[in-house]
């Protein structure tokens, strides 16, 4: 029964890390429909939205290596360029920015179990039947 309430924890601490990476890849589909500031020109607007790609990238990433660190600072970086160079009048931008800001304050680390409950009970059971094949051999 312990062993069942860790793997329901690990199992649901990843189908939320699932859901983040969900939630990530529909801002990379967003990332198009935003209006970028006049400032740039049609070159530097193509980076900036690489870039922009290459930072929510990062951070799906970051989720799957659960590097917390990374993770934020990846969101931050995509969050200010979005403040800097885009619109923020454009609906596109400000649904971007409030994604982005409920993402900022997801725990992508799982703390797993350092060791099972079970783990005793099990190496209990396995001495048993390993005495009772050396008592009947």
């Known amino acids: ?7 329901t924890e690990v199992d649901q601490a990843l189908h939320h890390n699932a859901d983040l990476m969900a939630r990530l890849s529909t801002q990379l589909e967003v990332i198009g429909d935003g209006a970028v500031e006049a400032l740039l020109s049609p070159q530097q607007e193509i980076f900036l939205r690489e870039n922009l790609k290459t930072k929510l990238l990062q951070a799906q990433l970051s989720v799957y290596r ?3 660190a990374l993770y934020e600072d990846s969101l ?3 969050q200010r360029w979005l403040t ?3 619109d923020t009048d454009n609906s596109a931008t400000r649904y971007m920015q409030g994604e982005i800001d409920k993402l900022k304050g997801e725990q992508i680390q799982i703390d797993y179990p350092a060791q ?4 005793a009970m099990l190496e209990q059971v396995l001495t048993e039947r390993l005495q009772r094949i050396l008592a009947s051999s």
């Open 76 to 78: 931050d970086k995509a």
């Open 66 to 68: 659960e590097q917390q």
């Open 116 to 119: 099972f409950k079970t783990q």
């Open 84 to 86: 800097q160079y885009f």
């Open 1 to 7: 029964l312990a062993l069942y309430h860790a793997y």
